[in-house]
């Protein structure tokens, strides 16, 4: 048997540890609290009987349920009979419950009628090796705070505003040292023809190249930088786009309305960005030789309309959204502006359909 002195000490040194487990439990569990507050999330922690020790006011909420009626019951008494036998079967299969699961689960509401939730069973150890569940629960309903909109929306307006100063750089910088050697090269062409024209013939297939990237180089430079756009405004900007992207394979109309043109610069540029984007997408993906661009505007909202006759999008619109850097771009520029985004297959060609509300 220990002397008196050694058990206290050996005592007071279990006391300890159990209150250092017991402490870090309760920041891991603040620190849950605090990941999850204000978000999507509902979640329930459940020990090793079933019984809820902890959930979250989003849990309330969805469920309309308060804190009293809720800690110290079993899972099962707040689920439908047929989904309660379900999670019984999940949990006393436990060993591989340690692997995530997902199911549907339809909970008991405050009025008694059933909610249907998509649940993650987690099952896991506490410090003091005994098993837990964590069952978390996506709110579809959820609607965010309006700050974190605003705040969403001014990040947007960060990022566009990044971009288009970029643009402006590398546009300014294609014009003023590019295009200069480019009609350098050119003049100097021109003078050796001059002095010898013997080797006109040899050099003209040279010039049409030169001449060639040239004109490449002025269309990126005003793409990058549409002064026709801050000289002239919306309508006669994107006629110019239009004209200058047309060929005799790839035919584009437009159809602008007028009543845009005393509206925010910022928002015309959005608005001359989203049907650049489109016309690329057009030229580029769509092998179309036909299109149409629309313009149409009130009081509240400009509707963007662009329809060609190609071979549509062969992806899914979000598929398409993922991996398509246009169409992530229309998308950022849409959701600054409230506004919304819509692609519809025809029997022959693509419609899409962008709408930007004015502030």
């Known amino acids: 048997m220990l002397p008196l002195e050694e058990n206290n000490l050996n005592n007071d040194f279990n006391m300890k540890q159990y209150s250092l487990f017991d402490e870090e439990s309760q920041k891991t569990m603040l620190n849950i609290d605090l990941f999850f507050k204000d978000g999507p999330f509902a979640y329930v922690f459940l020990d090793k009987f079933f019984q809820v020790f902890r959930i979250n006011d989003r ?3 969805l469920f309309g349920q308060h804190h009293p009626q809720i800690l110290g019951r079993h899972i099962f008494e707040f689920l439908d009979g047929e989904d309660a036998l379900k999670l019984k079967a999940v949990f006393e299969n436990r060993d591989s419950l340690y ?5 549907s689960l339809k909970f008991i509401q405050k009025d008694n009628n059933f909610l249907a939730v998509d649940t993650y069973v987690k099952k896991f150890m506490n410090q003091f090796d005994e098993d837990q569940y964590c069952l978390l629960m996506f709110d579809k309903g959820f609607y965010p705070d309006p700050n974190w909109i605003e705040g969403k929306k001014e990040l947007y307006k960060t990022i566009i505003e990044t971009q288009e100063q970029e643009r402006i750089r590398i546009g300014q910088q294609l014009h003023d040292s590019v295009a200069q050697i480019l009609y350098a090269i050119r003049l100097n062409l021109q003078h050796i023809v001059s002095e010898n024209d013997v080797l006109a013939g ?3 297939p040279i010039k049409k190249m030169l001449n060639d990237a040239i004109f490449q180089v002025r269309n990126i430079s005003v793409d990058l930088v549409p002064s026709v756009l801050h000289d002239f405004g919306l309508k006669a900007a994107i006629l110019s786009m239009c004209e200058r992207v047309s060929t005799s394979d790839f ?8 009543d845009q043109e005393g509206l925010d610069k910022d928002f015309l540029l ?3 960005r989203v049907i650049q984007e489109l016309l690329n997408n057009s030229m580029k ?15 509240e909202q400009v ?6 006759n190609g071979v549509g999008f062969q992806a899914k619109l979000e598929e398409s959204l993922r991996n398509g850097i246009g169409l992530q771009s229309i998308k950022s520029r849409v959701e600054r502006y409230d506004g919304t985004l819509e692609i519809r297959d025809l029997e022959e060609g693509t419609q899409v359909k962008v709408t930007l509300k004015i502030k």
Do not use: G, M
């Open 59 to 61: 849990f309330l909420k």
């Open 99 to 103: 692997d995530p699961l997902i199911l």
């Open 202 to 204: 040899d050099i003209a």
């Open 251 to 258: 035919h584009v109309k437009c159809y602008i309305c007028e």
């Open 270 to 272: 959005v608005v001359y």
């Open 285 to 299: 993906h769509s092998s179309a030789s036909q299109v149409i661009v629309k313009t149409r505007c009130d009081a």
């Open 303 to 308: 509707n963007i309309e662009v329809t060609d």
